[in-house]
């Protein structure tokens, strides 16, 4: 539990999902956790809670302006980092690729690939100082496995994957470690909206789109959010020091997309 204490952590979209189960595990082992998100209500809600060594900033990360102003503000608190998360990601729309526009594919690209781009540029130099650390990418089996009914949402996953390996390439001199983590169907309000959204554009029942998600597993299992900050917390770790430009599924063992 000591392994990461007193680290500094940056999480984006991290008051909620992956993101904010990640903060608390990280928290409660010791990190000192500054988050990013767009929703006010539940920012105030995290500032409020003296309790946690968690501080939440208001940030749209589709917007370039506002997250240089993220970094200028954690520059007042702290002038390196052990790690920067790229959480943030939408599921985006479901439909055939006949059917899905240019503005559906900009909107996913813009959200879960540009902005990983931005947070990774403003964090290095902070890190640099550090005198290397982690950037941790929050991918997806879709990027390796693709995903039907979803094509954008799997691209960018992909090319999260792909902006792992090219950074981790660059970085590697500096002592900067990047890894990717692909999450498989995890439990959260994430996927009980695209199982609805999938449920309604095929006409079939919720639970049948439930059962053929989690059956794609050979362990038929959910992945929790928890499960996804217990190896954000090992790759931030001394345990993970030489670990970096990998892929890493947390999936039950996917053995299928469809």
Not at 33 to 47: A, E, G, L, S, T
């Amino acid at each position: 539990m000591t392994l990461i204490k007193n680290k500094k952590v940056l999480i984006t979209a991290g008051a909620s999902g992956i993101g904010w189960a990640t903060a608390k595990i990280l928290n409660q082992r010791g990190a000192r956790v500054f988050v990013c998100d767009v929703d006010r209500n539940k920012v105030d809600k995290i500032n409020k809670n003296k309790k946690i060594n968690i501080k939440a900033y208001l940030c749209n990360v589709d917007d370039k302006n506002e997250v240089k102003f993220f970094f200028q503000q954690i520059k007042k608190r702290t002038k390196k980092i052990d790690c920067l998360i790229n959480n943030v990601g939408i599921a985006g729309p479901t439909g055939s690729i006949e059917n899905l526009n240019s503005d559906n594919w900009s909107q996913i690209l813009k959200t879960n690939v540009i902005s990983h781009f931005l947070f990774t540029k403003y964090s290095i130099p902070l890190l640099k100082k550090n005198k290397g650390g982690s950037i941790i990418n929050i991918s997806s089996t879709a990027g390796v496995f693709g995903f039907p009914l979803r094509s954008p949402y799997a691209v960018s996953k992909s090319a999260t994957i792909s902006f792992t390996k090219t950074a981790a390439m660059e970085l590697g001199r500096f002592n900067i470690r990047v890894n990717a983590i692909l999450p498989g169907v995890t439990r959260g309000l994430r996927m009980k909206k695209v199982i609805e959204a999938k449920s309604k554009y095929l006409g079939v029942s919720k639970n049948k789109i439930e059962n053929d998600f989690i059956s794609m597993a050979s362990m038929n299992c959910w992945i929790e959010e928890s499960d996804i900050g217990k190896l954000c917390s090992f790759l931030i770790s001394e345990d993970g020091k030489k670990i970096s430009g990998q892929s890493i599924a947390v999936d039950g063992n996917t053995i299928r997309a469809d």
